[in-house]
C-alpha cells in the first residue's frame, strides 16, 4: 500500500501509533518480529509476525526518507568499510561510513564488492549537504577503494586534496560498529530478497544513527527523545 505524505497510515488496520511502536521497536532492539508480535500481544493486540513485516517493509524506508533533513554534520575523518550480508543464502555487502568519533555518516547496501559499488557509495555520501568533503577517508586493503576516489576526482567530484590512507586498524571503531547490522541479520537468519533486506537495512542503519545522536536535538542513547522524534515525522506528535 502505498504511503501518501499527509496521512501515511491512510488504509491501514491498526492506529499508526501502533504501527510505529512495533516498527520502531523492531528496527531499535535486537527483537524477530515473532517478539515484537508477542509484546504486542501484552498490550492486548493480535498482530500477527507477517504483519509486522509488511509494516517494516513500508515504514523503513519511509523513516529513512523522513530523518535526513535533521541529521547533524560530522567531521572530516571518514571511516570507510563493508561488511557481508547474507541474501538468499548469497553473500551481499553493506558499505557504511563513519566519522572519526564513530559517528554514522551513510550506508548503502550493494550486490557487488567492486569499484562501481564503492563510487556509488561514495556519491551517495557526498550528495548529503550536511555530509562535509573529507580530509580523509580512512579504508582498507580492498583496491577497490583506490580505483574509486581517483574516479571520482577525475570526474571533479571529489577535490584532489582528499586524502586516501589504508590502514586497517585505524577502522577498529567502524569495524566494531558493524556488529548491530550483523546482529540484527543474525536473528532474521538472512533476507529472502534484495530490496527486502535493503527496506529492512535502511530502517535499521536509520535508527542506529538516531540512537548514536546524529539528529539534531535528539541527544545519543535518549529513547523517549527518540521516540517522540519518529512520532513527529509520521505527524503523530505535537
Given at each position: ?5 499527509a ?7 491498526y ?9 520502531r521497536?523492531?528496527l531499535?532492539?535486537p527483537?524477530?518480529?515473532?517478539h ?11 498482530v500477527?509476525a ?24 560530522v567531521n572530516?575523518?571518514y ?7 547474507k ?15 564513530g ?8 550486490a557487488?564488492?567492486d ?39 577525475r ?16 577502522n ?9 547490522s ?12 534484495f ?31 527518540e521516540a517522540?522524534f ?9
Open positions: 500500500m502505498p504511503i501518501t505524505p496521512n501515511p497510515f491512510k488504509g491501514r488496520q492506529p499508526g501509533e501502533v504501527i510505529l511502536m512495533a516498527v521497536w523492531y531499535r532492539y527483537l524477530a518480529y515473532e515484537v508480535a508477542e509484546l504486542l500481544a501484552e498490550r492486548g493486540l493480535a500477527d507477517s504483519c509486522v513485516w509488511r509494516w517494516v517493509q513500508a515504514y523503513a524506508p519511509e523513516l529513512n526518507k523522513r530523518c535526513r533533513p535533521y541529521l547533524k554534520s572530516k575523518s571511516r570507510v568499510d563493508e561488511t557481508y550480508i541474501v538468499k543464502g548469497q553473500e551481499r555487502y553493506l558499505y557504511r561510513a563513519v566519522d572519526s568519533t559517528q554514522s555518516i551513510d550506508f548503502l547496501l550493494t557487488k564488492r569499484k562501481a559499488a564503492a563510487q556509488r557509495f561514495f556519491r551517495q555520501v557526498f550528495r548529503c549537504p550536511v555530509n562535509p568533503i573529507p580530509r580523509v577517508i580512512n579504508v582498507d586493503k580492498n583496491p577497490a577503494y583506490p580505483a574509486a576516489i581517483r574516479e571520482l576526482k570526474a571533479g567530484k571529489l577535490p584532489q586534496r582528499v586524502r586516501l590512507r589504508q590502514c586497517k586498524f585505524l577498529n571503531v567502524i569495524e566494531q560498529d558493524h556488529r548491530v550483523k546482529k540484527r541479520t543474525w536473528l532474521a537468519k538472512g533476507y529472502k530478497t530490496p527486502s533486506a535493503r527496506r529492512t537495512l535502511e530502517g535499521i542503519e536509520t535508527m542506529h544513527m538516531i540512537r548514536k545522536g546524529r539528529v539534531r536535538r535528539v541527544a545519543k542513547n535518549d529513547v523517549v527523545a517522540t519518529v512520532a513527529k515525522l509520521f505527524g503523530l506528535a505535537a
